[in-house]
C-alpha cells in the first residue's frame, strides 16, 4: 500500500515536470545548447530567449487554467471531461497565437517561431481530435519533442543524440505514469506520441 503511494507521486511528479505546456520551453533550451551558431549567442542572450518563452508558452498559460476553474468554466484542472479539456486548448492555442505575435515584433529568430507554429499546429490537431476522443496531451507533447529533435538531426544536421536518448527515456517513463495512474488507455497514449511526432516533423519542414 506505502509503495503504491509513492508510485503515485513519482508518477504525479513526472506527469507535472513534463506537461505538455513544457515541451516547447524544452525544445528551445535543446536548440540553444546545440552546435546551431545560435547556440553559440552570449549566455545571457540565451538565458533570455529562454526565459521569454517559458513566461509566454509556459506560465502564462498554466496560470490561465486554475482561472478558468476559479471563474465555473471548468470542473476540475485534470481535463477528465470533453469541456474541461478542449476549453483550456482554445485558450493555450490563442495564447500561443499572442506568443508568436510578440515574439515576431521583437524579431525573434526564424527557426525559434517556427518551433512555436509547429507546436500550434500540433495543438489544434489534438485538440480537434479531443472533441471526439481522449488521447494523451502528454504523450503527444513527447512525440512532438521527439519531432523538434529529429528535425534538428535530419534538416540542420546538429548532433542531438544526447537529447535524443534522455528525451525517448522520459518519454517511455511519462507514457508508463499516464498508463499507471490510468488517465488514458494504451492506444491513447501511443496515438499521442505518433500525432505529436508526426505533426510537429511535417510543420517544420513546410514552415
Given at each position: 500500500?506505502?509503495?503504491?503511494?509513492?508510485l503515485?507521486?513519482?508518477?504525479l511528479?513526472?506527469n507535472y515536470?513534463?506537461?505538455?505546456?513544457?515541451?516547447?520551453?524544452y525544445?528551445?533550451?535543446?536548440?540553444?545548447?546545440?552546435?546551431?551558431?545560435?547556440g553559440?549567442?552570449?549566455?545571457?542572450?540565451?538565458?533570455?530567449?529562454?526565459?521569454?518563452?517559458?513566461i509566454?508558452?509556459?506560465?502564462?498559460?498554466?496560470?490561465?487554467?486554475?482561472?478558468?476553474?476559479?471563474?465555473?468554466?471548468?470542473?476540475?484542472?485534470?481535463?477528465?471531461n470533453?469541456?474541461?479539456?478542449?476549453?483550456?486548448?482554445?485558450?493555450?492555442?490563442?495564447?500561443?497565437?499572442?506568443?508568436?505575435?510578440?515574439?515576431?515584433?521583437?524579431?525573434?529568430?526564424?527557426?525559434?517561431?517556427?518551433?512555436?507554429?509547429?507546436?500550434?499546429?500540433?495543438?489544434?490537431?489534438?485538440?480537434?481530435?479531443?472533441?471526439?476522443?481522449?488521447?494523451s496531451?502528454?504523450?503527444?507533447?513527447?512525440?512532438?519533442?521527439?519531432?523538434?529533435?529529429?528535425?534538428?538531426?535530419?534538416?540542420?544536421?546538429?548532433n542531438?543524440?544526447?537529447?535524443?536518448?534522455?528525451?525517448?527515456?522520459?518519454?517511455?517513463?511519462?507514457?508508463?505514469?499516464?498508463?499507471?495512474?490510468?488517465?488514458?488507455?494504451?492506444?491513447?497514449?501511443?496515438?499521442?506520441?505518433?500525432?505529436?511526432?508526426?505533426?510537429?516533423?511535417?510543420?517544420?519542414?513546410?514552415?
Amino acid at each position: 500500500m506505502k509503495e503504491n503511494k509513492y508510485l503515485n507521486i513519482l508518477a504525479l511528479i513526472n506527469n507535472y515536470l513534463f506537461h505538455p505546456l513544457t515541451i516547447i520551453t524544452y525544445t528551445v533550451i535543446i536548440f540553444l545548447n546545440s552546435e546551431h551558431y545560435i547556440g553559440f549567442m552570449n549566455a545571457n542572450v540565451k538565458f533570455s530567449i529562454s526565459l521569454i518563452f517559458a513566461i509566454t508558452t509556459l506560465i502564462l498559460p498554466a496560470l490561465f487554467i486554475p482561472v478558468l476553474y476559479f471563474f465555473g468554466l471548468i470542473s476540475s484542472t485534470k481535463g477528465q471531461n470533453k469541456n474541461d479539456r478542449l476549453l483550456p486548448v482554445f485558450i493555450i492555442i490563442i495564447m500561443y497565437f499572442f506568443a508568436w505575435y510578440f515574439m515576431k515584433r521583437v524579431s525573434m529568430p526564424i527557426i525559434l517561431l517556427n518551433l512555436v507554429l509547429s507546436g500550434t499546429i500540433c495543438l489544434i490537431i489534438a485538440g480537434i481530435i479531443s472533441s471526439f476522443w481522449k488521447i494523451s496531451f502528454n504523450t503527444t507533447g513527447f512525440g512532438a519533442l521527439l519531432g523538434f529533435i529529429t528535425y534538428f538531426s535530419l534538416s540542420l544536421n546538429l548532433n542531438v543524440l544526447k537529447f535524443l536518448f534522455f528525451t525517448v527515456f522520459f518519454a517511455g517513463l511519462t507514457g508508463s505514469s499516464i498508463l499507471y495512474l490510468n488517465k488514458n488507455n494504451p492506444a491513447q497514449v501511443y496515438f499521442g506520441y505518433i500525432l505529436g511526432f508526426a505533426t510537429v516533423l511535417t510543420s517544420m519542414y513546410i514552415l
